[in-house]
Nanobody
Framework: QVQLVESGGGLVQPGGSLKLSCAAS????????MGWYRQAPGKERELVATVSSGGTTKYADSVKGRFTISRGSAKKTVYLQMNSLKPEDTALYYC??????????????WGQGTLVTVSS
């Protein structure tokens, strides 16, 4: 029906950068909010950043000034540019999209997650 496929995770040294991508496909009329969440071992999933279809962004305090979220021109792709990475950014990063599957009906879909490890 609707799939979200993430890519771009990996191992990076503290202070380094990574860019995550998430592409949505399937039966999609439109996508409202897209975002990135993360879950570290032993912790709950938390919001990292979101971006609306109009370009309004929201960030967790812990990533402000270091991470930048953006959407592709077709609005079905979302990116997360992560700079100045810290060991505490290590987590499984999930993409989420609020997808209009029928006129006026929205469902939330999640990707499978991509692992980001920040370590020397």
């Amino acid at each position: 029906q609707v799939q979200l496929v993430e890519s771009g995770g990996g191992l990076v040294q503290p202070g380094g950068s990574l860019k995550l991508s998430c592409a949505a496909s399937g039966s999609i009329l439109s996508i409202n909010l897209m975002g990135w969440y993360r879950q570290a071992p032993g912790k709950e999933r938390e919001l990292v950043a979101t971006v609306s279809s109009g370009g309004t962004t929201k960030y967790a305090d812990s990533v402000k000034g270091r991470f930048t979220i953006s959407r592709g021109s077709a609005k079905k792709t979302v990116y997360l540019q992560m700079n100045s990475l810290k060991p505490e950014d290590t987590a499984l990063y999930y993409c989420k999209a609020d997808v209009e599957i029928m006129t006026g009906r929205y469902l939330a879909f999640w990707g499978q997650g991509t692992l980001v490890t920040v370590s020397s």
